[in-house]
T-cell receptor, first 114, second 112 residues
């Protein structure tokens, strides 16, 4: 079972920031938060990941609360091409014993509107 | 260009006719895996491979086989496809088991 909870859908105006929340209240201290997105029925695309500090890359920013029980993915200037299903995934820290399996929940469908 | 390539992209086949979906990555990744995606069930892992000649079952391995004879290739084999294997299939690869995954474009399989 997915260890995350996300709203099923969100809308965002083109050019505005899209803020996608994720609840992971049962996250362990050694687990990372990963974000992927899936456009139409294409293969999921990695966006960003983090442990406890905020992270930023060319695609997005990830804000993780101090207690690590929730996070927010921020797309600073959403475009129509950002319309997709966004998945928040919790996975073990690097080096731990795990199968590498990604557990995808239902995700958030983000609709960017003109 | 770094990529994960699946073939075919679309396939319609009949029950019982053996088929293979190929997956190839050009990034020298150690870890590869197969997922299937079904409405309401999300993506579920079928099989994975930590490295050459090392494979193991994921969550839904029944009816599937895999092999990893070379690092770049990880084919998915359906020995006797059935209609319940109609699905959208994705191959993924990662530099290591605990790093970000790169997914192929998907194979839409219909078994009639």
């Amino acid at each position: 079972d997915a260890k995350t909870t996300q709203p099923p859908s969100m809308d965002c105006a083109e050019g505005r920031a899209a803020n996608l929340p994720c609840n992971h209240s049962t996250i362990s201290g050694n687990e990372y938060v990963y974000w992927y997105r899936q456009i139409h029925s294409q293969g999921p695309q990695y966006i960003i990941h983090g442990l406890k500090n905020n992270e930023t890359n060319e695609m997005a920013s990830l804000i993780i609360t101090e207690d690590r029980k929730s996070s927010t993915l921020i797309l600073p200037h959403a475009t129509l091409r950002d319309t997709a299903v966004y998945y928040c995934i919790v996975r073990p820290y690097p080096g731990s014993s795990n199968t590498g399996k990604l557990i995808f929940g239902q995700g958030t469908t983000l609709q960017v509107k003109p | 260009e770094a990529q994960v390539t699946q073939n075919p992209r679309y396939l319609i086949t009949v029950t019982g006719k053996k088929l293979t979906v190929t997956c190839s990555q050009n990034m020298n990744h150690e870890y590869m895996s197969w997922y299937r995606q079904d409405p309401g069930l999300g993506l579920r892992q079928i099989y994975y491979s930590m490295n050459v000649e090392v494979t193991d079952k994921g969550d839904v391995p029944e009816g599937y086989k895999v092999s990893r004879k070379e690092k770049r290739n990880f084919p998915l084999i359906l020995e006797s496809p059935s209609p319940n294997q109609t699905s959208l299939y994705f191959c993924a690869s990662s530099p290591r088991v605990d790093t970000e995954a790169f997914f192929g474009q998907g194979t839409r399989l219909t078994v009639v």
